[in-house]
């Protein structure tokens, strides 16, 4: 029997180790790309159902029950309106903002004293989603005949229509690229000529 020699053992050795750090290599690599493409699924469901309510909220929009006009600001990156939004017969202040990368939800319930006031400091900020990318602005406002109006003071009286832009990517240095979202929400109690 010929058994094996040093330099065969070692050639042996080192081509093993070669072979076993390609394969760790390329199970790391599997994994980070799966956990980036999972995390990023994930941002994107997050910000689709935070969009739904959001919509879903800004559509129901009433004046507030202090008599405040239904849009209280209506900004790039802020958007703040009266609605029910917890179907409760009272009217809370909503404002929709950006902070950071997170897109987020105040909500303010109206006071039970009278006269009936929404204070500020207790305001519920919820983040509804994670990631947000935007450099364009988040909210644009249109008027009856499908104009985009630009001019803030004009913005609170003259909106019928507003579109929801967002712009979704867990690393930007990163494929896959920005995901978009995009949403159109009708003010129902407001008059509109479309």
Do not use: C
Not at 91 to 118: A, H, L, M
Request: aromatic letters at 10%; charged letters at 25%; proline letters at 5%.
């Amino acid at each position: 029997m010929k058994g094996l020699t040093l330099i065969e053992t070692i050639m042996t050795i080192v081509i093993f180790t070669i072979a076993i750090g390609l394969i760790s290599g390329l199970i790391v690599m599997v994994y980070r790309t799966q956990s980036y493409t999972l995390e990023q699924s994930a941002a994107i469901a997050e910000s689709r159902k935070g969009t739904e309510t959001m919509v879903k909220e800004i559509r129901e929009a009433r004046p507030g029950d202090d008599g405040a006009y239904i849009i209280e600001k209506a900004e790039d990156f802020q958007f703040i309106f009266y609605s029910d939004i917890d179907k409760d017969a009272a009217t809370e202040r909503v404002r929709y903002f950006i902070q950071g990368t997170d897109f987020k939800r105040g909500v303010i319930n109206p006071s039970t004293s009278w006269p009936i006031s929404y204070p500020l400091g207790n305001e519920e900020i919820s983040v509804l989603s994670r990631y947000v990318r935007n450099h364009p602005p988040i909210f644009h406002y249109f008027n009856g005949d499908g104009n985009e109006i630009t001019e803030l003071p004009a913005r609170l009286k003259d909106t019928k229509l507003m579109k929801v832009y967002l712009v979704i990517n867990v690393d930007p240095n990163r494929p896959p690229q920005d995901f978009v979202l995009e949403s159109s929400v009708q003010i129902r109690n407001l008059k509109t000529n479309l």
